[in-house]
């Protein structure tokens, strides 16, 4: 038998999951009559997905079983209410137009109690269904707290929902006997209920782990393509320097050894010009030998020619000076002055003859370029 306050919590819990989710699917239903036809329009489809791959790796909305609930990988398949949850009916009514207007409170809280817009509305039952999940491990509820919670959820459900079916459920939930059976599904049904709002939690956490791991390996592959491109481009670079280098290296090489060849060639012809201008040096130096020995003999010579010309000279001025003194004596004789006058003219041809082979004699022994320098000398010493 079970107690007045678990009664209370059950019959919330019949509320929630057996009336409230069905008039929140009707209401879906006439905002989105042909799902699969919205989920497919190009502007919501994109929308849908930059909440399920989210920019800059924040943590997605939407974790891999939702979007595959959208989005089968079937395409024959059509979606329709039927295949959602509860918050995944919240999510798309607040994200595909025509879109909900937020309460000031957000989805996620319990909205003011004037607030009787259709977002609030639908945040009332998606609080309490969270707080029903909550509550599930003591499964109790006071009557205060029922009738409040009773109160909120109705006026939710008929706001959403005012049809007689609607009605009638609301009527039959708050009548209903709650016998064994019923109790006994009830916590089966919260019981299963609390598990797949776990585990869809752990899906979220589970799926936000695998669409991280998904772009973190992208980004990898990303990056080693990169690498692997950059590498290649820098692999083509390096060959083509290298063989740009390996054709300066046998360039450079190559006029190297055609430099080494010149310079061998020139250091050759340099040794020959050596030897030559050292011939040209010994040869210098033997004529140079050659001609201080003809200057030494022809100094010598003419020194000797010199006193020869001077010793005859000086005689020849003893016979001048005899026969002036002659002339002298006989200038009162006039008988001899025309004897004596024919010996002096005598004497001045021989004179003038022995000048002129002394100068033949000087001519045939001093040589050439020697003569012309002492020419003027040896004039002079002619005349004396």
Not at 57 to 68: D, E, M
Not at 235 to 241: A, I, L, M, R, Y
Request: hydrophobic share 30%; charged share 30%; glycine share 2%.
């Amino acid at each position: 038998m079970v107690s007045k306050e678990e009664e209370n919590f059950l019959r919330i819990v019949y509320l929630n999951y057996r009336v409230a989710t069905e008039a929140l699917t009707n209401f879906f239903d006439k905002k989105h009559p042909n799902l699969s036809a919205d989920l497919n329009i190009p502007e919501n489809k994109t929308k849908l997905h930059s909440l399920y791959k989210t920019p800059g790796g924040k943590k997605p909305v939407l974790y891999r079983g939702q979007w595959n609930t959208l989005y089968p990988t079937t395409e024959a398949t059509i979606v329709t209410s039927a295949d959602l949850d509860l918050n995944l009916i919240v999510f798309l009514l607040r994200n595909l137009p025509p879109v909900l207007t937020e309460p000031k409170t957000g989805f996620d809280k319990l909205p003011h109690p004037n607030d009787k817009r259709d977002g609030a509305n639908i945040a009332r039952l998606k609080y309490y269904k969270n707080l029903c999940v909550s509550h599930s491990k003591n499964g109790t509820l006071p009557d205060t707290d029922f009738v409040r919670i009773w109160s909120e959820l109705e006026q939710a459900i008929t706001g959403l929902d005012n049809s007689h079916a609607t009605a009638a459920s609301l009527k039959d939930a708050k009548t209903k006997m709650l016998d064994n059976s019923m109790v006994q599904m009830l916590s089966t049904q919260l019981q299963l209920v609390t598990k797949v709002s776990s585990f869809e939690e752990e899906l979220k956490h589970i799926s936000s782990h695998i669409d991280k791991d998904v772009q973190e390996r992208k980004q990898l592959k990303q990056i080693t393509e990169t690498l692997h491109e950059k590498m290649n481009i820098k692999e083509d670079s390096f060959e083509k320097e290298f063989e740009k280098c390996k054709d300066n290296v046998d360039r450079l090489s190559e006029r190297l050894n055609t430099s080494e060849v010149q310079m061998y060639e020139r250091v050759e012809s340099i040794e020959t010009y050596l030897e030559e201008l050292q011939k040209l040096q010994q040869s210098l130096d033997l004529q140079f030998t050659r001609i201080k020995t003809i200057a030494i003999e022809s100094k010598k010579e003419k020194e000797d020619f010199v006193k020869d010309v001077q010793s005859l000279c000086s005689l020849i001025q003893v016979d001048i000076t005899k026969h002036e003194e002659r002339i002298s004596a006989l200038e009162n004789s006039s008988g001899t002055l025309q004897e004596i006058q024919r010996d002096v003219d005598s004497l001045k041809r021989k004179l003038d003859t022995l000048k002129e082979e002394i100068k033949k004699q000087v001519e045939d022994h001093i040589p050439p370029h020697i003569r012309g320098m002492h020419n003027c000398n040896l004039l002079s010493l002619y005349c004396q």
